[in-house]
């Protein structure tokens, strides 16, 4: 269903093909990357569609949090791949959409190759270097650095990759480690993932005690070297706090609105407000069961995109953006298996009762989800300048403010 994206340059190389599968890596089953679930694009009129091509043509798209990886057909098997420490990029399904950036938060919450509890700093230097060596090994992706790199992989039919963290557990005490981060690729880091850490505290803690001395010097550090920082994941008062600290605007990559559904998970009005007023962006999330409201309680680009209306009225259109935090695999049941290292339950506290999904219909993967919320907003009458901005404008605008 999905048509090779406009003017891709992907010559069908598939990951660690340069290895010898079953000798060099363990092998596993991964997903059908093209078509897990029966694929769905918004039904569009001719002229619509007309426009959505024209669009895709013209505009840089970037997808502010993503996971686009393989994960196993079976997820009885999750535990074991991941340990096995080799994540499969999704190459032919990125390709196919209309992607020019990702913001790729590698294993994050489940980088757990050695350890049960994760966010252990060797571990997260091994998914980062075996990624990026599968990424060296091909011309398709390029890891990208600096602003010019999205610009030029839009003009060359390439996709950008942002290597990201979501969280900074794994520095512990060490303000260098900012730096290695960087020098390893990594340009944007989340604070705090849900639990506290040596910086503040995460979503699920019940006492906030906002951001630490330390957090103050590893915020004033990122601003100098061009990092960005994300709050995604971060406690009110601690958001707040590295919004006041901060030089440079700050992303909130995937979250949503408190406001719409009252859930630890999503943001209140006072820190939406507060990101925007410096400049930053705010990505709206379709991991499931996430942007849910009042009115959809089962979880679908309706109630996904209702948190996109809500925030764009609230603070608005220059400062938000979208980051769906998708992947191509079974969202829900890695939910199910990692739900301690997650934080699924301490980040949903205040949320009423919801309809589980199996997945959500046209956010399925990065492809499905970049393809239909331009769709989406074609459907519902933006102009050309509106979807501009808000599919990769706005981030532009402030990467060009933090990285250097």
């Known amino acids: 269903m999905f048509k090779i994206g406009l003017n891709k340059r992907y010559k069908g190389?598939?990951?660690f093909e340069y290895l010898e599968a079953g000798?060099?890596?363990?092998?596993?089953?991964?997903?059908?990357?093209?078509?897990?679930?029966?694929?769905?694009?918004?039904?569009?009129?001719?002229?619509?569609?007309?426009?959505?091509?024209?669009?895709?043509?013209?505009?840089?798209?970037?997808?502010?949090?993503e996971h686009p990886v393989l994960f196993p057909e079976d997820m009885g098997n999750v535990f074991e791949y991941i340990r096995e420490g080799r994540q499969f990029t999704a190459y032919q399904a990125l390709a196919n959409s209309p992607l020019d950036a990702v913001f790729d938060n590698m294993m994050d919450g489940i980088c757990s190759i050695t350890s049960k509890c994760g966010w252990k700093w060797n571990d997260v230097?091994?998914?980062?270097?075996?990624?990026?060596?599968?990424?060296?090994?091909?011309?398709?992706?390029?890891?990208?650095?600096?602003?010019?790199?999205?610009?030029?992989a839009h003009q060359q039919g390439q996709l950008a990759l942002i290597p990201t963290i979501e969280g900074a557990a794994m520095i512990e005490n060490e303000l260098d480690r900012i730096e290695i981060l960087y020098g390893f690729g990594v340009r944007l880091l989340g604070i705090t993932y849900s639990e506290a850490n040596g910086l503040g505290s995460g979503l699920k803690e019940k006492n906030d005690g906002g951001l630490?001395?330390?957090?103050?010097?590893?915020?004033?550090?990122?601003?100098?070297?061009?990092?960005?920082?994300?709050?995604?994941?971060?406690?009110?008062q601690t958001s707040l706090d590295v919004i006041e600290a901060s030089q440079k605007p700050v992303f909130i990559?995937?979250?949503?609105?408190r406001t719409l559904w009252n859930s630890n998970r999503l943001k209140t009005d006072q820190v939406l407000k507060a990101c925007a007023a410096k400049g930053g962006v705010i990505g709206i999330e379709a991991a499931p069961h996430t942007t849910l409201t009042e009115r959809n309680t089962a979880h679908s680009i309706d109630s996904f995109m209702e948190h996109f209306e809500y925030v764009k009225d609230l603070v608005g259109i220059d400062f938000v953006s979208f980051g769906p935090d998708t992947l191509y695999g079974d969202h829900v049941g890695l939910?199910?298996?990692?739900?301690?290292?997650?934080?699924?339950?301490?980040?949903?506290e205040g949320g009423k009762d919801f309809a589980e999904v199996e997945y959500v219909k046209g956010l399925e993967n990065p492809t499905e989800a970049a393809h239909n919320i331009i769709r989406w907003l074609v459907k519902n009458n933006y102009s050309n300048q509106e979807i501009d901005k808000v599919i990769g404008g706005n981030t532009l605008r402030a990467l060009e403010e933090i990285w250097y």
Do not use: W
């Open 335 to 348: 939910h199910h298996a990692f739900a301690e290292h997650l934080s699924i339950k301490g980040s949903r």
């Open 23 to 65: 000798y060099d890596y363990r092998q596993f089953e991964l997903v059908n990357e093209m078509k897990r679930v029966e694929p769905y694009l918004l039904p569009l009129t001719k002229e619509e569609e007309q426009r959505v091509q024209k669009i895709m043509a013209d505009s840089i798209v970037i997808s502010l949090h």
């Open 13 to 15: 190389y598939k990951s």
């Open 253 to 257: 990559s995937h979250a949503g609105a």
């Open 125 to 152: 230097l091994y998914d980062l270097g075996i990624r990026l060596s599968d990424i060296a090994h091909q011309d398709y992706i390029v890891r990208c650095e600096k602003v010019a790199d999205i610009k030029k």
């Open 212 to 236: 630490t001395v330390f957090g103050r010097q590893v915020v004033e550090r990122m601003n100098k070297i061009g990092m960005a920082i994300d709050i995604s994941h971060v406690g009110d």
